[in-house]
């Protein structure tokens, strides 16, 4: 069974939804002021950080194991990217791909 939320019916025009892989992100709408990422990667999601805006800011958690590290990415002015690690939490991996439909 699919759920589909049909926004406007709530008065909601403001959101837009896209089935893909996520580590991917969404280039065709960046630059983003904010993005989260709920699915741990397991290196710094470098494709996600290109579509930050400077001053932006991208929070996910980053591990290979079961114990992953929360980081917070604030974009610079020049391009960079400044980095700071919050807590250690554990999330479901971020998974390549996109899910099959059915």
């Known amino acids: 069974m699919r ?3 049909d926004w406007k019916i709530l ?3 403001n959101v837009f939804t896209r089935h893909g892989d996520g ?3 969404w280039p065709e709408q960046a630059p983003f002021d904010r993005i989260m990422v709920t699915a741990a990667s397991p290196h710094e999601p ?5 579509q930050l805006k400077p001053g932006g800011v991208l929070v996910a958690p980053v591990g290979r ?3 992953q590290m929360l980081n917070r990415y604030t974009g610079q002015p020049d391009g960079s990217f400044q980095r700071e ?3 250690e939490v ?3 991996p971020l998974v390549e ?3 099959k439909e059915g």
């Open 3 to 5: 759920l589909r939320t």
């Open 11 to 13: 008065g909601i025009d």
């Open 23 to 25: 580590g991917q992100g």
């Open 46 to 50: 470098t494709e996600l950080l290109k």
């Open 65 to 67: 194991t079961s114990v």
């Open 85 to 87: 690690s919050l807590c």
């Open 90 to 92: 554990r999330f479901v």
């Open 97 to 99: 791909g996109t899910a």
